[in-house]
C-alpha cells in the first residue's frame, strides 16, 4: 500500500511546468487545436506542394480553358487552362512565406527595439518610444507601395516592406514586458553578477517574455498574409510567374460572374488559414495567460 504514496508524493515534488500547464491548456481550446490542425496540413501541403501537386505549375491545356471541377481537375482550371488546385498549392508557397519571413523581420527588428528601450529607460526610451509614435502616424500602405515603385516588385523587398511596417506593435508590448521584468530580482542578480546589458536582454529579458511574443506572432502572420493578398490584388504584389493567395483571388474577381470557382476556392483557403492562425493566437493567449487560469 506504500507504493502508490511514494508516487504521488515524487509526482507531487516532481510538480509542472508553465510551458506544460500551457499545453494542457491549450488542448481543451477546441477552435484552438482546430486551427493547430489546419495551419499544420497547409504548412505541410506547401513543402510538399513540388512532389504531390497533380499536374505541372506552368503546364496548359490552352484548349481546355476555363472548366469547372471535375474528376481530372478537382477545384477545375483556369482561363488557360491550368489546374486550379496546383496553383492554388504553389500560391501557398508563397502567402505563407510571406507571412512567416514578414513576421520573423517584425519581430526582430521589434523585440530588440522594444527590449533595448525598455531596459534603457530614461531619455533613451523616451526618444525611441517617440520615433515609434511617428512612424505609426505615416500611411504604411503609401510607404509600401511607394518601394515597390521606386525599388521594383520583387519578393525580397516585399518579405522586407511588409515586416518593416509590422514591428511597432511588437516593439511596444516587448517594451512594457522588459520594464515589468526590469525590476525582477533575477535581473537585479545578473547586474550584480557584471553581466553586460546585451547578455541581460538575450538571456534574461526576451526568454522570460516568450509568452507574449509567440502569441503576438500568431496575430502578426494573418495580418501580414491579408496585406500580401491586398497588395497582390492591386497588382502590387506577387507578379506572374509566380502566384499567391492574393494573385488568385485577384484573378478570380475579374470573371467572377462567369467562372466562380476561380475566386470561391483561392478565397476558401486564404479564409481557412487566417481563420486558423486568429484561432491559434486566441487559444495561446488565453493558454500563457498564467492570471486568466487562476481565476
Not at 496540413?41 to 484548349?63: C, D, K, N, R
Amino acid at each position: 500500500m506504500s507504493a502508490p504514496v511514494i508516487t504521488d508524493i515524487a509526482q507531487a515534488e516532481q510538480g509542472t511546468s508553465l510551458w506544460r500547464d500551457a499545453w494542457q491548456r491549450l488542448r481543451r481550446n477546441r477552435l484552438a487545436v482546430f486551427g493547430l490542425v489546419v495551419l499544420t496540413f497547409f504548412v505541410l501541403i506547401a513543402l510538399l506542394t513540388p512532389w504531390i501537386a497533380p499536374y505541372g505549375y506552368a503546364e496548359q491545356q490552352l484548349a481546355l480553358g476555363a472548366t469547372p471541377p471535375s474528376a481530372q481537375h478537382w477545384l477545375g482550371t483556369d482561363i488557360y487552362g491550368r489546374d486550379l488546385l496546383t496553383q492554388i498549392m504553389y500560391g501557398g508557397r508563397i502567402s505563407l512565406a510571406v507571412g512567416f519571413i514578414a513576421t520573423a523581420v517584425a519581430l526582430l527588428i521589434g523585440v530588440t527595439w522594444g527590449a533595448v528601450a525598455g531596459y534603457a529607460g530614461g531619455k533613451v526610451d523616451a526618444v525611441m518610444m517617440r520615433l515609434v509614435d511617428i512612424l505609426y502616424a505615416l500611411p504604411f500602405m503609401i510607404f509600401i507601395v511607394l518601394l515597390m515603385v521606386v525599388f521594383g516588385r520583387n519578393m525580397l523587398l516585399l518579405f522586407l516592406a511588409i515586416g518593416a511596417v509590422e514591428w511597432l506593435t511588437m516593439a511596444r508590448i516587448m517594451r512594457s514586458q522588459v520594464q515589468s521584468l526590469r525590476q525582477q530580482e533575477f535581473v537585479e542578480a545578473a547586474i550584480s553578477l557584471g553581466l553586460s546589458p546585451g547578455t541581460i536582454i538575450r538571456r534574461h529579458l526576451v526568454p522570460n517574455a516568450l509568452g507574449p511574443i509567440i502569441v503576438y506572432t500568431t496575430l502578426t502572420i494573418p495580418s501580414v498574409m491579408l496585406l500580401e493578398a491586398f497588395l497582390s490584388f492591386l497588382g502590387l504584389g506577387v507578379q506572374p510567374p509566380q502566384t499567391s493567395w492574393g494573385l488568385l483571388i485577384s484573378y478570380g474577381a475579374e470573371s467572377m460572374e462567369e467562372y466562380p470557382w476561380l475566386l470561391l476556392y483561392p478565397g476558401l483557403a486564404l479564409t481557412l488559414t487566417l481563420f486558423s492562425l486568429n484561432f491559434l493566437g486566441d487559444g495561446l493567449r488565453d493558454a500563457l495567460d498564467v492570471r486568466g487560469a487562476k481565476d
